[in-house]
């Protein structure tokens, strides 16, 4: 891959596109098969060989396909199980052996082991899947708030499985539905960027004949998409910037409790910088109100899983969410991060306090 912000496919080798046989099987006749093409160059710069390259969404294989052609090995979902079994078929005919597809959703049966990077065409929304389908299967999503949910919470799921620095790349366009353009491929990016940290987007354009408009018409022939380059933070936060903040809230009599990275890094001078701060806070609604409100005040945005949170909030619509997010962005680009997990009761958050330590130095007894 070069540094140029666009790749051009031209060319689909038939000697790897999905076969007209299996495309028949298909009830969408295959329309969101992708090219392997699209996949290889990704694939080469974002991965060494023999490496794992997962795809949550793996529709027909293809790039599991790709992950073979580069020496790498492929691991697929599909929710699908008609499709599963043409992506298996396919790849049995290419004599891809080192490939898996399990017939599943990744939040059913994760891989046991880490992967080197997720690579995946997401499922579109608005696309009348007309196959049986369960609530999993994100074709069948009534609604765009779910669809997203659905995405979000999937690669929530995938952070895990991926180590610091390493990279999760999503091909997504915007859409048109009737006679709306949807911007999803910028919803994902700014969804799942709350997730992971979006380094690049690069174009990819299938040319194709093009036809005079009438006048004033906008309507383009969306011969192009977008893969959406995010890396598992790699990066560390100002902690200068960060001390400041939390003597700040600390002396305008916010309580609190550190713990995570950010605490074992203030209690160890050999931990690694920390990506960003985890608190504690007490699920107490006003008390919760008035620090986010703090912060939003300092011109923090604030999230809980990726959606703006309107204040003041009723703590009961957030049961099981565990925590808030709250950001702030400088004008040279340094992230400044809180996570405040108000669950503490929570597995989730009870697990992670038995791993770290809270840090005594600044706790605020609640
Ligand atoms: C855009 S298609 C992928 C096509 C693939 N890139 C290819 O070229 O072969 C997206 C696929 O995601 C599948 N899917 C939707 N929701 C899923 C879920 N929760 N888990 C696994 N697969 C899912 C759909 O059935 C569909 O086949």
């Given at each position: 891959?070069?540094?140029?912000?666009?790749l051009l496919l031209e060319h689909e080798d038939p000697a790897y596109r999905l076969p007209d046989d299996l495309r028949q099987h298909d009830p969408l006749g295959a329309r969101?098969?992708?090219?392997?093409?699209?996949?290889?160059?990704?694939?080469?710069?974002?991965?060494?060989?023999?490496?794992?390259?997962?795809?949550?969404?793996?529709?027909?294989?293809?790039?599991?396909?790709?992950?073979?052609?580069?020496?790498?090995?492929?691991?697929?979902?599909?929710?699908?199980?008609?499709?599963?079994?043409?992506?298996?078929?396919?790849?049995?005919?290419?004599?891809?052996?080192?490939?898996?597809?399990?017939?599943?959703?990744?939040?059913?049966?994760?891989?046991?082991?880490?992967?080197?990077?997720?690579?995946t065409n997401i499922p579109y929304f608005g696309c009348d899947w007309p196959a049986d389908a369960g609530p999993a299967q994100l074709y069948a999503a009534a609604h765009y708030?779910?669809?997203?949910?659905?995405?979000?919470?999937?690669?929530?799921?995938?952070?895990?499985?991926?180590?610091?620095?390493?990279?999760?790349?999503?091909?997504?366009?915007?859409?048109?539905?009737?006679?709306?353009?949807?911007?999803?491929?910028?919803?994902?990016?700014?969804?799942?960027?709350?997730?992971?940290?979006?380094?690049?987007?690069?174009?990819?354009?299938?040319?194709?004949?093009?036809?005079?408009?009438?006048?004033?018409?906008?309507?383009?022939?969306?011969?192009?998409?977008?893969?959406?380059?995010?890396?598992?933070?790699?990066?560390?936060?100002?902690?200068?910037?960060?001390?400041?903040?939390?003597?700040?809230?600390?002396?305008?009599?916010?309580?609190?409790?550190?713990?995570?990275?950010?605490?074992?890094?203030?209690?160890?001078?050999?931990?690694?910088?920390?990506?960003?701060?985890?608190?504690?806070?007490?699920?107490?609604?006003?008390?919760?109100?008035?620090?986010?409100?703090?912060l939003q005040a300092h011109h923090f945005r604030l999230s809980c899983w990726q959606q703006s949170l309107t204040l003041p909030i009723a703590l009961a619509d957030y049961r099981?969410?565990?925590?808030?997010?709250?950001?702030?962005?400088?004008?040279?680009?340094?992230?400044?991060?809180?996570?405040?997990?108000?669950?503490?009761?929570?597995?989730?958050?009870?697990?992670?306090?038995?791993?770290?330590?809270?840090?005594?130095?600044?706790?605020?007894?609640?």
């Open positions: 891959m070069d540094s140029r912000s666009w969101d098969c992708g090219w392997v093409e699209q996949m290889r160059p990704f694939i080469r710069q974002f991965s060494r060989p023999g490496e794992q390259v997962l795809d949550p969404f793996c529709g027909f294989a293809s790039t599991l396909v790709a992950a073979h052609l580069e020496g790498r090995r492929g691991l697929g979902y599909e929710i699908d199980p008609a499709r599963a079994e043409l992506s298996r078929e396919r790849l049995r005919r290419l004599n891809a052996e080192g490939a898996e597809v399990i017939a599943s959703d990744l939040l059913e049966a994760p891989p046991a082991d880490p992967v080197d990077l997720c690579l708030e779910q669809y997203l949910d659905g995405l979000v919470e999937r690669f929530h799921r995938i952070r895990d499985l991926l180590a610091p620095g390493r990279h999760c790349i999503l091909m997504a366009e915007n859409l048109r539905l009737g006679d709306r353009c949807v911007p999803l491929a910028w919803d994902v990016a700014q969804r799942v960027g709350g997730l992971f940290e979006l380094c690049e987007e690069r174009i990819l354009l299938y040319p194709k004949p093009v036809e005079p408009l009438p006048a004033f018409s906008s309507r383009s022939d969306r011969s192009h998409e977008y893969a959406l380059i995010f890396r598992k933070q790699g990066s560390t936060l100002d902690t200068d910037d960060a001390l400041t903040l939390l003597r700040a809230l600390r002396d305008a009599g916010f309580a609190f409790a550190i713990y995570g990275s950010f605490a074992t890094w203030l209690t160890s001078t050999s931990a690694q910088p920390p990506a960003d701060v985890d608190l504690l806070v007490a699920p107490d609604e006003d008390r919760l109100n008035a620090l986010l409100g703090w099981g969410r565990y925590y808030f997010r709250a950001e702030r962005l400088d004008r040279s680009g340094g992230l400044l991060r809180l996570d405040l997990t108000f669950e503490q009761d929570s597995e989730p958050v009870a697990a992670r306090l038995d791993r770290t330590q809270i840090c005594q130095g600044l706790l605020v007894a609640s």
